[in-house]
């Protein structure tokens, strides 16, 4: 964390007194600035962040520092390869929103949500898609998210390939064209122009997007939830920051603790799907609005 001070006011304030003595009056103490707390984050990333703070990871982050006695600051880099290296391990900032559960380059929180890839589809289309294993796939244009550039595959592109799905399927990078508004949501917006049949993708992204579209999209979370030989679909996903930091951390897991309620009803307004946590008990789900939601 950074801290500044404020300038020292002038030592003595000088006033006549009633009998027109010289009083001297005590000067104030100097005033403290709160100490910033500096997150990074990625500038144009519905539903997590962007640079108007318009994602529920902009809202959790200032949940965070105001429960830390701190101002936030945000510190901008796109979500792509060599973040964490240039943003948290770089001393550039101090936290990130939105880690998965002991990601080896941060210390991480507790979870405090979990979500699930999903398949998104219209509701007028008769591709109800439950499971990879579901024989109706290999005769459907299938969309999947891609990591980078150089076409990295994700967990839903290995779970096709494996099953020699391949011919049907469209990528669709996650950086995408980032001179456009969270390029990630083409993939969603794909289903409802028809450009592909099904897509599978990250729960949170199609829970948001899902109900932008001008045609209702039905979610499903995908089966299994974990693919041979051991391949998750289901995240839980915590607050990061610099290992080492373990007070920092504790500190944070209070906020998140303490605000557990506020956090639940935040990820319901942006339509963040939760996944049964480990222990078999079900977070809520976000309530459908009749243009997306989960099943």
Request: hydrophobic share 40%; net charge positive; proline share 8%.
């Amino acid at each position: 964390m950074c801290s500044r001070f404020l300038s020292r006011a002038a030592a003595v304030l000088l006033s006549f007194g009633a009998a027109g003595a010289l009083v001297a009056v005590p000067a104030p103490k100097p005033a403290t600035q709160r100490p910033e707390l500096r997150f990074c984050a990625d500038p144009n990333n519905l539903p997590f962040s962007n640079s108007r703070l318009e994602g529920f990871e902009n809202r959790m982050a200032q949940w965070i520092a105001h429960d830390l006695g701190a101002t936030p600051k945000f510190f901008w880099w796109a979500q792509r390869r060599g973040f964490f290296r240039n943003t948290l391990q770089a001393g550039a900032c101090d936290v990130v929103v939105g880690v998965p559960f002991g990601f080896e380059r941060a210390l991480t929180t507790k979870p405090y949500y979990r979500s699930t890839y999903v398949f998104v589809r219209r509701a007028d289309s008769a591709a109800d898609v439950h499971s990879f294993d579901d024989p109706v796939l290999r005769n459907l244009r299938i969309g999947v998210q891609l990591a980078g550039d150089d076409g990295a595959n994700t967990p839903p592109a290995h779970a096709l390939t494996r099953r020699g799905i391949v011919q049907n399927v469209e990528g669709y990078t996650l950086y995408g064209d980032y001179s456009q508004d969270s390029p990630p949501a083409r993939i969603v917006e794909a289903v409802a122009k028809k450009d592909v049949d099904v897509a599978v993708v990250w729960g949170p992204l199609a829970g948001y997007f899902a109900p932008r579209q001008p045609v209702r999209l039905v979610l499903t979370p995908v089966s299994p939830s974990i693919d041979l030989p051991f391949l998750p679909f289901v995240y839980d996903i915590s607050v990061g920051v610099r290992r080492g930091q373990s007070d920092l951390r504790d500190r944070i897991e209070q906020s998140l603790d303490r605000r557990a309620t506020e956090i639940a009803a935040l990820l319901d307004r942006y339509g963040v799907p939760r996944a049964p946590s480990a222990d078999g008990v079900a977070a809520p789900a976000p309530a459908s609005n009749g243009s997306g939601g989960v099943r």
